[in-house]
């Protein structure tokens, strides 16, 4: 009882202080009543950004789930400043998200962030630089929409089974750096086109491929779309120089609300078992299959490009489910685990 009770309190402490460092920044940067006159003056904003926040820091999906429809049909704001957004608010959400992941001790596979990373950067900025002017917004939308669909039917066919969890890779050779690499690269894209995607995509490997507990899984996506939205941002502030008003006004006044929002989410996940995170996902899933159908213009073009993702996601998962490499391997995992761990004793 007074470990956890110490515990709780260890929590408020990290959620506090990275509240009071960011908003002392803000303020000291902006100066008090500026700052307080983007708050003001884009509230609407702000508010989304509380639901979306913590649904980004407490899941794999991103806060996109919330804000996209909302930023886009109810409060008029572009795809692509609503993409821009996305990365340079997650830049400071997901960052705030990471750093309390860390402080707080939550288990992340660490090795899957930096090789993912990688491939992340360039993806990241293949998707922003060079497919992003090339394809329609509602194509991307619809796609990745069509993509998180494919992988929610992949995750509860997975968890409406018994099957062997990990928290850490079971296996790690080149082989799997090159998966990480490829996984990153790919995810990145994502990012570079709506904003997020890195977090689900890697997510998605993690738990059908690999096996990993979406208690760690979770957390190790988050801080991937941290680290791919800081490179995100960095791309459109000093090379593509598209953050610009209104878009930095968004920036300013979501900043106070997010680094609350995501790290509280990275928390609170923590505390769920491993099937309740997946319920929370395939459920915000739903939402956002509901809120596409809804608001986005179902074109020809769209119907195809949709429906080609559909095949080759659903290929994709079906693979990584039907692959049981890492199940099967039982025996040689362990074997594997423990060699390295009797290497470890014998170095040290």
Known sequence: MKANLKKLVSQRTILISIALVVWSTWLILLGGKEAFSYLLGNW?????????????????????????????????????DAKIFSLAIQSVGMTSAAVAI??????????????????????????SGFLAPLIPPDVIKMSFTVMLTSFAVT??????????????????????????????????????????GIDVFTFSVMVVLFGLCEKVATPTSVILMAVNAIAGFILQV???????DPVRSYWFAAIPVVVVGAPLGAIFCNLL??????????????????SSLLLINLTSIVMYSSLIALVVFSCLN?????????????KECYNYQLSKQESSTSAG
């Open 44 to 80: 609407e904003i702000a508010l989304t950004m509380i639901f979306g926040s913590a649904i980004a820091g407490g899941t794999s999906l991103g806060g996109g789930a919330v804000a996209f429809p909302v930023f886009t049909k109810v409060l008029h704001i572009s795809p692509s």
């Open 102 to 127: 860390f402080l707080t001790g939550i288990k992340v596979e660490l090795r899957v962030i930096l090789w993912g990373s990688l491939g992340g950067f360039l993806g990241v900025f293949m998707g």
């Open 155 to 196: 995750l509860l066919k997975l968890n409406q089974q018994p099957r062997e969890l990990y928290t850490a890779m079971p296996i790690w050779t080149v082989k799997e750096q090159r998966i990480w690499l490829i996984a990153g690269f790919l995810g990145g894209m994502m990012s570079g086109l709506v904003g997020s």
């Open 238 to 244: 000093f090379v593509f120089q598209d953050f610009i």
């Open 273 to 290: 078992r491993r099937e309740t995170i997946a319920n929370i996902l395939i459920g915000l899933i739903f939402v956002e299959v509901l």
């Open 318 to 330: 079906y693979w990584m489910y039907r692959t049981k490499i890492y199940q099967k391997n039982q």
